[in-house]
């Protein structure tokens, strides 16, 4: 689903558009609630690493009984742009005829930002983890 595509480090710097025509209407699930090896129960990382959001249609009521919080409260909590009204099948036939590209959110009325050209960036470095990591038990698991 959209939580796990938006933290999903393999997208990290890129804006995402969401074809589905309802995005939101489940929620967020528990951000803080871990899996049995200490990882994000319901995430692929521990935020969002999109740079901004793109959808048609956004829903702000949710129902799911696991959810917690809606998605525009958590976009707004790590400080990730969304906007919707946009035709994002349109944008994907776009990308699927011309390749990836790069892109921006303008706000009217706003100074326009500065093209990112997240390539120019060490992505993976931004996305890795600074020390290592131990999962499981086990000698294989053990400190060398």
Same mark, same amino acid.
């Given at each position: &689903?959209?939580?796990?595509?938006?933290?999903?480090?393999? /997208?990290?710097?890129?804006?995402?558009?969401?074809?589905?025509?309802?995005?939101? @209407?489940?929620?967020?699930?528990?951000?803080?609630?871990?899996?049995?090896l200490g990882m994000p129960a319901h995430f692929e990382s521990d935020h969002i690493q999109v740079a901004a959001l793109i959808v048609q249609d /956004?829903?702000?009521?949710?129902?799911? $009984?696991?959810?917690?919080?809606?998605? &525009?409260? $958590?976009?707004?909590?790590?400080?990730?742009?969304?906007?919707?009204?946009?035709?994002?099948?349109?944008?994907?036939?776009?990308?699927?005829?011309?390749?990836?590209?790069? &892109?921006?959110?303008?706000?009217?009325?706003?100074?326009?930002?500065? $093209?990112?050209?997240? @390539?120019?960036? @060490?992505?993976?470095?931004?996305?890795?983890?600074?020390?290592?990591?131990?999962?499981?038990?086990?000698?294989?698991?053990?400190?060398?």
């Amino acid at each position: &689903g959209y939580t796990e595509s938006l933290t999903d480090p393999s /997208y990290r710097g890129q804006l995402m558009a969401l074809t589905f025509p309802m995005i939101g @209407n489940y929620g967020i699930p528990d951000l803080d609630e871990k899996d049995e090896l200490g990882m994000p129960a319901h995430f692929e990382s521990d935020h969002i690493q999109v740079a901004a959001l793109i959808v048609q249609d /956004y829903s702000e009521s949710f129902s799911h $009984w696991q959810a917690k919080v809606s998605l &525009g409260d $958590w976009l707004r909590k790590e400080g990730v742009p969304g906007i919707c009204g946009i035709d994002t099948r349109l944008i994907t036939k776009k990308i699927r005829s011309k390749g990836a590209m790069l &892109g921006k959110i303008v706000i009217e009325g706003q100074e326009e930002p500065e $093209w990112e050209d997240p @390539n120019k960036r @060490n992505l993976v470095a931004e996305v890795s983890t600074k020390e290592i990591m131990r999962f499981g038990q086990g000698p294989e698991h053990q400190d060398q």
